[in-house]
């Protein structure tokens, strides 16, 4: 038995908001998981600390699933972004214990390693089609093999995807949500000319990625991905909201463009009709919001069933934490696909040491035991909590719309 004798929430702000969740054993290993929910950090940390944390104490760390089922199932009050979040976190802190435990770096827990590396995508953005090829140049140069590429729309003030600062994008920029304003009309034939340009700049080697950020009915995504077939996207993501599952079923009949969803998604169940009628090529559920390691792994293998592959949300409100316990699942995963790779700042890898590292458009977790991720809580208690909220979307006729 190794008793967890301690658990507690630690809130910092390194440039952006992250919650971790720190765990303590009788044996003096410890280890931690990510808990963010952008936007909605206080809730996940008083689910944790208020709900969850008194439960824990006495435990014994080892019995991972046992502790993640009767998380799940003991709440009566299944599912849904915090609840899954708060087991995420516990969960990834007890594989890293278990893990430290045996010496180990978590991905040989899991089943050891299924390739050399994980291959990441970037993004590339900008205000105008010229600005986002040439960061697009940028990351090849880096050594990237996929590359997402977001440009701003002519005629609208703003737009998803495209920062301020370019290689560290966080769009949860102010106190009270900001107002942007969207037009389908405007955006739709964009993309295929940002693509057409992307393949004269940067050739055929790469992979190239875009995301609609939920914003089209499914016969406009059918008309995008259409179009972008000659352009042999890697994928179209989030292509309309995905809480109809079926209606993926219509962009399917008219294009071959491979489709990505799920950063949103919380469990298995979010994307069980996705998967079975073979309505999309990756599932992007990650380990912070669905749940950890265990439940994450599960929506792995019903996906390989049905040959969907993984391509896992690594945008930056996903804590290195997050990104250290992802890259340990996607080096196992048979059925991997890609991983989204959002850098943090300086700031934010000072606060979350970590063993994984970037070379020739790959990730690696590293070989330390455990996940190789840990917060330094001296340096995290320097960077107070600041609220901060992602934007809402209105039309042009103010008509509230998906962000
Ligand atoms: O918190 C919201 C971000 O994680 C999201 O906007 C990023 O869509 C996103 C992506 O694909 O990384
Ligand atoms: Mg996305």
Redesign the pocket.
């Known amino acids: 038995m190794l008793k967890i004798t301690d658990a507690r929430v630690i809130i910092t702000c390194p440039g952006r908001n992250f919650v971790t969740l720190k765990i303590e054993t009788s044996a003096g290993i410890h280890g931690i998981g990510d808990a963010t929910l952008?936007?909605r950090e206080l809730a996940v940390a008083s689910y944790l600390t208020d709900h969850v944390l008194p439960t824990l104490i006495g435990r014994d760390a080892q019995s991972i699933e046992d502790i993640w089922q009767y998380l799940y199932k003991g709440a009566y009050w299944r599912r849904g972004p915090v609840t899954m979040a708060a087991i995420a976190a516990v969960d990834t802190a007890l594989w890293d214990i278990k893990a430290k435990q045996a010496g180990l770096p978590l991905y040989q827990l899991l089943g050891g390693a299924s390739r050399t590396g994980v291959m990441v995508y970037g993004?590339a953005n900008g205000g105008t089609l010229e600005e986002t090829i040439a960061e697009a140049v940028r990351y090849q140069a880096m050594g990237y093999k996929a590359i997402?590429l977001q440009s701003g729309v002519p005629g609208l003030a703003s737009t998803?995807?495209v920062s301020r600062d370019k290689l560290f994008?966080e769009?949860?920029d102010a106190r009270l949500p900001t107002e942007n304003v969207w037009s389908t009309h405007k955006y739709l034939p964009t993309v295929p000319k940002l693509f057409e340009a992307a393949r004269e700049a940067l050739g055929w080697d790469v992979h190239l990625l875009h995301?609609v950020?939920h914003r089209l009915t499914p016969i406009e995504a059918g008309r995008l991905g259409k179009d972008l077939e000659p352009y042999r996207p890697f994928w179209l993501?989030?292509a309309t909201p995905a809480e109809n599952q079926a209606a993926f079923r219509l962009i399917r009949q008219h294009t071959t463009t491979p489709l990505a969803v799920g950063?949103i998604f919380n469990t298995i169940w979010d994307c069980k009709q996705l998967i079975e009628e073979q309505l999309i090529d990756y599932i992007?559920a990650t380990v912070v919001h669905a749940g950890g390691i265990t439940h994450l792994r599960r929506i792995a293998s019903l996906a390989d069933l049905y040959g969907v592959k993984t391509g896992s949300?690594?945008?930056?409100?996903?804590s290195p934490v997050c990104m250290g316990a992802a890259l340990h699942f996607d080096l196992w995963v048979p059925n991997f696909g890609i991983q989204?790779y959002?850098r943090h700042t300086p700031e934010t890898d000072a606060v979350f040491p970590h063993a994984y590292s970037f070379e020739g458009g790959d990730l690696h977790p590293g070989e330390a035991p455990g996940h190789g991720v840990d917060i330094d809580e001296a340096l995290a208690a320097t960077f107070p909590y600041r609220p901060a909220s992602?934007p809402v979307n209105r039309l042009e006729d103010g008509t509230l719309f998906n962000?």
């Open positions: 952008n936007g993004h997402r998803y995807g994008y769009p949860a995301d950020h993501e989030d950063e992007r949300h690594g945008a930056t409100d996903n989204e959002m992602l962000w």
